[in-house]
């Protein structure tokens, strides 16, 4: 069985992420998308509200299982007795940090494998920062994360979160 975690902040999950979602589900039997509880960022949505929201948007995705993990991701992976982490690429200027990250978990785990997808050209400026300002400031974001997503982020916004 070919396992894959696909990691992230998903804070929110964007059109980009469910679209990387959906290709990397053809690839494998199971795909894990793995959200972090990244203790450097303040997240605007919690970890129970970002799984959740993968959860809902994935729903149409019988091959794809959300859950959440600390510490770090090659710990995590060993435990999902995993070697494939699949990550979007975006332009130039995700790809240092990406060919740092997936130097740094081969280094501490050198059976595990990073696996890019590059983005779809429509998602190619999208990021969960952008649209967390668009929404913030009152913008639509309905072309730019799916209706639930969107939803939530009216909710939040409505708040005053
Ligand atoms: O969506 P992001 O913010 O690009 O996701 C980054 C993430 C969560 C995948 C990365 O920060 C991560 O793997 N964090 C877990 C801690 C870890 O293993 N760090 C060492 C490798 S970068």
Redesign the pocket.
């Known amino acids: 069985m070919k396992r894959a975690v696909y990691?992230?902040?998903f804070d929110p999950p964007t059109n980009g992420h469910l679209d990387i979602i959906e290709r990397a589900a053809k690839l494998f039997d199971e795909l894990i998308v793995a959200a972090?509880i990244?203790y450097e960022k303040e997240p605007l949505f919690n970890q129970e509200e970002r799984v959740e929201m993968l959860k809902e948007i994935t729903r149409h995705l019988p091959q794809v299982k959300v859950d959440s993990f600390s510490g770090?991701?090659?710990n995590y992976l060993k435990k999902k007795d995993c070697h494939i982490i699949v990550k979007g690429l975006r332009a130039l200027s995700d790809f240092e940090n990406e060919f740092q990250?997936a130097l740094?978990?081969s280094k501490l785990w050198k059976e595990v494998e990073t696996v890019f997808l590059i983005t779809s050209a429509e998602n190619s400026f999208l990021s969960s920062r952008i649209v967390k300002e668009v929404a913030s400031l009152g913008g639509s974001v309905g072309d730019l994360v799916p209706k639930y997503v969107e939803k939530k982020l009216q909710d939040k916004f409505k708040k005053g979160g």
Request: aromatic share 0%; no cysteine.
């Open positions: 990691p992230g902040s972090a990244n770090l991701l090659v990250m740094i978990n």
